[in-house]
């Protein structure tokens, strides 16, 4: 139990270093695999470009080694990338915890969280990454359902709802910007993940999200995405 324990933490924190590596290139257009391939370089500081010691770029040690400071130049790390993994390997523990194996669904549940907690991050920069997150994370719940209810049907109608709903409201929208679509591509997501019994209440949510004046963009695409999260774990 220990042990699983141990393992689970282990794997989070490597599914967030992975995020947290991701967070940082996608809005520079790195690519996200690899070393850095752009320059050829070694893991360094992206401010006084110091090549990092391995303790000073692996995930929580690296925040023990530097307490959320370059050793050499002394620049403050932003802690979101910090932030990202220790969520990502708290999901992956609790989501041990609640499933109890690591089985399929355990994978697909934490690909899908992890992709999310970092859509949460990136929703502000102006790219499409985003969008291919939740395409990607749509994807991912496609899969987990069919595994779990043995048919496709549920979900696709679930999607058909979401997508007849989303015709309507994009019809009367003239213009859209980027972060608009990302916070509309909710519905496609809830319509996959969602079932049939909360996607209904889910999508009246994400309606007096998108009718609320007063809230910014990204926080109603916050507050969505963490309505959608709290609603598939609580319905697992
Ligand atoms: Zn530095």
Redesign the pocket.
């Known amino acids: 139990m220990v042990l699983s324990i141990c393992f689970a933490f282990i794997i989070g924190v490597l599914f967030g270093n992975y995020a947290s590596t991701a967070l940082f290139r996608l809005p520079r257009n790195i690519p996200i695999s690899g070393y850095n391939t752009n320059t050829g370089k070694a893991p360094?500081?992206?401010?006084?470009?110091?090549k990092l010691k391995f303790y000073e770029y692996l995930p929580v040690l690296s925040w023990v080694s530097t307490k959320g400071k370059?050793?050499?130049?002394?620049?403050k790390i932003n802690p979101k990338y910090t932030i990202l993994e220790v969520a990502t390997a708290l999901l992956a523990l609790s989501l041990y915890l609640y499933i109890g194996s690591f089985n399929e669904e355990y994978i697909l549940l934490l690909c899908a969280g992890t992709l999310l907690n970092l859509s949460l991050f990136l929703f502000n920069k102006k790219n499409s990454a985003v969008d291919k997150i939740l395409l990607l994370t749509g994807f991912i719940g496609g899969i987990y359902r069919t595994l779990t209810e043995e048919t496709i049907l549920n979900w696709v109608f679930g999607l058909s709802v979401a997508y007849f709903i989303w015709v309507s409201i994009t019809m009367k929208i003239k213009k859209m910007s980027g972060n608009e679509n990302s916070f509309l591509n909710l519905f496609f997501l809830a319509g996959v993940w969602l079932k049939a019994s909360i996607l209904l209440p889910y999508i009246v949510i994400l309606l007096s999200l998108k009718a609320a004046n007063k809230l910014s963009l990204s926080k109603k695409f916050q507050l969505g995405v963490i309505a959608l999260y709290s609603l598939v774990i609580l319905s697992l």
Not at 44 to 49: G, I, K, L, Q, Y
């Open positions: 360094h500081c992206s401010t006084c470009e110091h370059c050793n050499y130049c002394g620049v």
